[in-house]
């Protein structure tokens, strides 16, 4: 802007002290003057979202200008079409003046190119060759080519991101300055030489003008559509990617952070399989009205298709913020919704992933937020920032997938044995606890593993492999006369799965265990997803025999009325509450009250944790029925578990006994 400030300065400085014109007079300028109306006139018209500084027609009638009458008469036909267009709608004044600067700089290079061929035409020696046929094609092509280059090459740097990808809207800005370039190389001789012999017809040139600029916003604004969703008229995906890449460039450029909040609306396929996709987009419309009027200034919302919306946050304070702003977006969402007279309250789920703490470029920001959705969408816990560690898909993960998959398939992955034991002293079951040792990595949590699993499609594998070791041992022990039923955790993906009761019982038959010397450990999330199914798989579980235990419990979402409909025989209080139970009142209480609440619904309870006599003994005074935990033993290999039984006597203390038949509680379903 300096330079063209400069540039422009100078010439009219040096023309007034040499008495040059600055603009041609006669009839020659007024119709000029005339065109020159009218093209602000039809810019002013086509709206203030139409107007971004520059125009085919300005640059067309810029370019004859400079042909005619050099450069400085070309700069203040530019100028005059940028003011006044800009004095109209006073909109954009900082984009127009920057085009309004790039134009000085290209109408300076293409007199510098005309110069070279030896032209220099001024206001009162104007370029009028003898015959305007090929033998000047040369002279206007590289004026043309000049004007061009400088004028583009500048407004790409102005314009584009630094990005590796080309954005959308470049590509159709680039698509559109060719249709310009054509434009003005077919109009603007063609303005020279009506100016040359009839200057007066001058002012119709409007007409092929206005139609160039009219096919250049009708082109930007089909490319306008192809960034938008037609339903909600917000941003789409596409838009968003293109806008996520821009606001990284520029927290990288200042060291600051980007933030992208993805939001899922929960169980939103019900609203359409119940009142019709009609009603379902009637509501899409009033999240999308709800999300517009709930962002701050600075955000920005796109829809990504289905029920899915983004939040941008291109000037992220930090991940909690973010987190904050999540959370509020899915309360507000949560509110109630009118729909013809129908009220409705939606959930929502929120993902938050930030640059640079979680990804690096648009499409892993996009995915990582995805990622941290689905697992708030999963968890139920409305919002959920990125974690690298519950993400099967970072390379170091997809490793140890691999390496896992391979471990179960060379039997690397191993079963200990952890007691559970009445307050008698009597063995009442073990619970078999996976474990890996990497040949590299040495021991991995279990944690880490199994979820990696249950993220990706080995979750179904690893748990036939689990329930294959678990059996074989137990009837290695029953051949032995070691009589103690076992214990194994099972996911709600394998409680979702069809035909999974059937499974399990083909393998007893297939290892001669009978049912009850089996049970089978489900957390309180299997009650989320689909509660009807579960329970039906759960019962068919039981009519085999196998026992049912419900662990975990008060760390979930199950409300009591889906804990009386699962055929559970068997509580175990998480060790959340159990650690702190000789210290702390209130969890006290809450283990009482689940003991209490357990018990009148014929259940079993166990608490997990154990780890000193105190809380032993407090266990036992609040009526629970067993325990587990270091106070009793750690999961212990096959062989010392075999060990661990002999020297508690589990042979004679644990004979076999008949697994209890299903009976009914409190109008469901239930194994005693």
Request: glycine letters at 10%.
């Given at each position: ?499 999974f009761a059937g499974a399990v019982a083909g393998r007893l038959a297939r ?6 010397a089996l049970q089978l450990e489900i957390t309180e999330h299997v009650l ?145």
């Amino acid at each position: 802007m300096a330079l063209a400030a400069a540039l422009l300065g100078t010439g009219v400085v040096r023309a007034l002290g040499t008495r040059h014109g600055l603009f041609p007079g006669g009839v020659d300028g007024w119709s000029l003057a005339v065109l020159t109306g009218l093209i602000v006139g039809h810019l002013v018209a086509l709206g203030r979202d139409r107007w971004w500084g520059g125009t085919g027609s300005g640059a067309a009638l810029t370019l004859a200008v400079l042909l005619l009458y050099g450069w400085l008469p070309a700069v203040l036909v530019s100028l005059t079409v940028v003011v006044l267009v800009g004095l109209a709608r006073r909109h954009r004044w900082r984009r127009g003046v920057l085009h309004g600067a790039v134009d000085i700089l290209g109408t300076v290079a293409g007199a510098l190119a005309l110069a070279a061929c030896g032209v220099t035409p001024s206001v009162e020696q104007p370029w009028h060759p003898e015959r305007w046929d090929l033998y000047t094609v040369p002279e206007l092509l590289l004026t043309g080519l000049a004007y061009l280059l400088v004028t583009r090459v500048l407004l790409w740097l102005l314009n584009t991101p630094r990005s590796p990808r080309l954005p959308t809207a470049t590509r159709t800005a680039v698509n559109r300055q060719f249709l310009v370039a054509v434009a003005l190389l077919g109009i603007a001789p063609l303005i020279c030489v009506v100016a040359a012999y009839r200057p007066v017809l001058l002012p119709l040139f409007a007409i092929p003008l206005y139609a160039l600029d009219t096919s250049l916003w009708m082109a930007h604004a089909r490319a306008e559509e192809q960034l938008r969703d037609p339903l909600t008229g917000l941003p789409n995906r596409q838009w968003l990617l293109e806008r996520i890449w821009t606001a990284l460039d520029a927290a990288e450029r200042e060291g600051g952070r980007t933030a992208l909040l993805l939001i899922d609306l929960d169980r939103f396929r019900s609203v359409n399989d119940t009142l019709g996709h009609l009603a379902g987009d009637r509501l899409l419309l009033q999240v999308a009205e709800r999300l517009r009027v709930s962002l701050p200034r600075e955000a920005e919302a796109a829809r990504l298709g289905g029920d899915e919306f983004a939040i941008l946050l291109p000037a992220a304070d930090s991940t909690t913020s973010a987190q904050r702003l999540a959370r509020r977006l899915v309360g507000e969402l949560g509110s109630p919704l009118d729909l013809d007279g129908l009220t409705l309250v939606l959930e929502a789920s929120a993902g938050v992933a930030v640059f640079p703490d979680h990804a690096l470029d648009a499409e892993g920001l996009l995915r990582r937020a995805d990622v941290a959705m689905y697992q708030a969408k999963r968890d139920r816990t409305g919002v959920e920032v990125y974690e690298s560690k519950r993400d099967s898909n970072t390379p170091d993960r997809l490793g140890l997938l691999g390496d896992l998959r391979r471990a179960l398939d060379t039997g690397d992955v191993e079963l200990h044995y952890q007691p559970k034991v009445r307050f008698d002293g009597e063995v009442a079951g073990l619970e078999a606890l996976v474990r890996w040792v990497h040949p590299e990595r040495g021991k991995v949590p279990p944690d880490e593993f199994i979820a990696i699993a249950e993220s990706s499609g080995l979750m179904p594998y690893l748990t036939e492999y689990v329930l294959e070791t678990a059996l074989a041992q137990v009837a290695r022990w029953r051949a032995q006369g070691l009589y103690v039923p076992v214990a194994v955790n099972v996911s709600p993906r394998d409680v979702h799965t069809p035909g999974f009761a059937g499974a399990v019982a083909g393998r007893l038959a297939r290892h001669g265990v009978p049912p009850g010397a089996l049970q089978l450990e489900i957390t309180e999330h299997v009650l989320l997803e689909d509660p009807q199914r579960a329970a039906d798989t759960l019962a068919g579980l039981t009519g085999h025999g196998v026992k049912m235990s419900l662990d975990d419990f008060g760390t979930g979402y199950s409300s009591l009325v889906h804990l009386r409909r699962l055929p559970v025989s068997e509580l175990k209080i998480d060790r959340s509450f159990v650690a702190r139970l000789a210290i702390d009142t209130e969890d006290a209480e809450i283990v009482r009250c689940t003991v209490d609440l357990a018990h009148s619904l014929g259940l079993v309870v166990v608490a997990e944790g154990v780890e000193d006599d105190e809380t032993w003994e407090r266990l036992r005074d609040l009526g629970c029925d067993a325990v587990q935990g270091w106070l009793v033993s750690a999961a212990m290999p096959p062989e010392e578990t075999t060990a661990w039984l002999r020297a508690r006597g589990a042979a004679r203390r644990l004979e076999p006994r008949a697994a209890c038949p299903p009976q009914v509680r409190g109008g469901g379903t239930a194994a005693g």
